[in-house]
């Protein structure tokens, strides 16, 4: 299996912050590699696929990039309802996902 | 917009089989791919299978052998089964559907609220 590890596993921001998750394979998945946003007691939503393309409906604070084995999640303007725990997946072989990061208010 | 509904029962003894069923609504379950998905503490994110609308099927090597899906298209339903379980398939159970693209897993969208099931005698 390709693991998935998230870093940092959680952090804190305050509303208008500039954040940045970082994802990274244990081997190359080229640009397979999507974002997902859960808020306590929902399920997790498609952000972001296919590394950078924000999937419809998510606004364009949020962004994504990288390839090979390193990538990253990036949220400018932190708002209010971005405080969730954010999950990479990997779609390069037998899907699975990073541990999270759970974005915190400072 | 399509909407996911999982349902079963919430508590299962080991070494029995937990069943679960999702409900498709508001678009069509035909010509889609669909996945179950499940969330625990100690294991996270954990990808179970998917069926198409045809009745095929894959599974995460992990659990093959304990797990099965199926597909009631009249109904809009899949269902999944897993069988012989410890404490460690106690999880919330998501069902999602999943894009698929030259016979490989890429996303998952949407999800269903998720169904907590818990493995104790």
């Not at chain 1, 932190?78 to 971005?82: G, R, S």
């Not at chain 2, 678009?27 to 035909?30: E, H, L, M, R, V």
């Given at each position: 299996d390709v693991q998935m590890t998230q870093s940092p596993s959680s952090l804190s921001a305050s509303v208008g912050d500039r954040v940045t998750i970082t994802c990274r394979a244990s081997q190359t998945i080229a640009t397979s590699l999507n974002w997902y946003q859960q808020i306590p007691g929902k399920a997790p939503k498609l952000l972001i696929y296919a590394t950078s393309t924000l999937q419809s409906g998510v606004p364009s604070r949020f962004s994504g990039s990288g390839s090979g084995t390193d990538f990253t999640l990036t949220i400018t303007n932190?708002?209010?309802?971005?405080f969730a725990t954010y999950y990479c997946q990997q779609s390069y072989t037998t899907p699975t996902f990073g541990g999270g990061t759970t974005v915190e208010i400072k | 917009q399509v909407q996911l509904q999982e349902s079963g029962p919430g508590l299962v003894k080991p070494s029995e089989t937990l069943s679960l069923t999702c409900t498709v609504s508001g678009?069509?379950?035909?010509s889609y791919y669909w996945s179950w998905i499940r969330q625990s503490p100690g294991k996270g994110l954990e990808w179970i299978g998917y069926i198409y609308y045809s009745g095929s099927t894959d599974y995460n090597p992990s659990l093959r052998g304990r797990v099965t899906i199926s597909i009631d298209t009249a109904k809009s339903q899949f269902s999944l089964k897993l069988n012989s379980v410890t404490a460690a398939d106690t999880a919330v159970y998501y069902c999602a559907r999943v894009k698929i693209t030259s016979h490989q897993i890429n996303w998952f969208d949407p999800w269903g609220q998720g169904a907590l099931v818990t493995v104790s005698s």
């Open positions: 932190l708002q209010p309802e971005d | 678009g069509s379950i035909s």
